[in-house]
């Protein structure tokens, strides 16, 4: 079983930056696909950015290419989304999962319970 427990949320201005952290309690998590994804009320839960667990290929949401860098510091079984350039349509509770696949047919397994960012206009 892995537990995954994330932070970093908070409120910020709309431009303003963020880092999110996803501590991962599984030895074994170096090798996991990491992902972000966030959901707001009354919409689904949508994919925000994934890392490898081999070779550390990144994918990233179209909405947010070029504004988010997710990043793992393998040592520390931690995963980050650092995101900048926020805007008010970026506010959701934002959810780190993993899977021990990096087939992407293959779902994410392991939630954490989510942290919320809230971006001010």
């Known amino acids: 079983q892995v537990q995954l427990l994330e932070s970093g949320g908070g409120l910020v201005q709309a431009g303003g930056s963020l880092r999110l952290s996803c501590g991962t309690s599984h030895r074994t998590s170096t090798n996991l696909n990491m992902g972000w994804f966030r959901q707001t009320p009354g919409k689904e839960r949508e994919f925000v950015a994934s890392?490898?667990?081999?070779?550390?290929?990144?994918f990233y949401a179209n909405s947010v290419k070029g504004r988010f860098t997710i990043s793992r510091h393998r040592a520390a079984n931690t995963v980050y989304l650092q995101m900048n350039s926020l805007n008010p349509e970026d506010t959701a509770v934002y959810y780190c999962?993993?899977?021990?696949?990096?087939?992407?047919?293959?779902?994410?397994?392991?939630w954490g319970k989510g942290t919320q960012v809230t971006v001010s206009s």
């Open positions: 890392i490898a667990g081999s070779g550390g290929t990144t």
């Open positions: 999962a993993a899977k021990p696949s990096d087939d992407i047919q293959y779902e994410y397994v392991y």
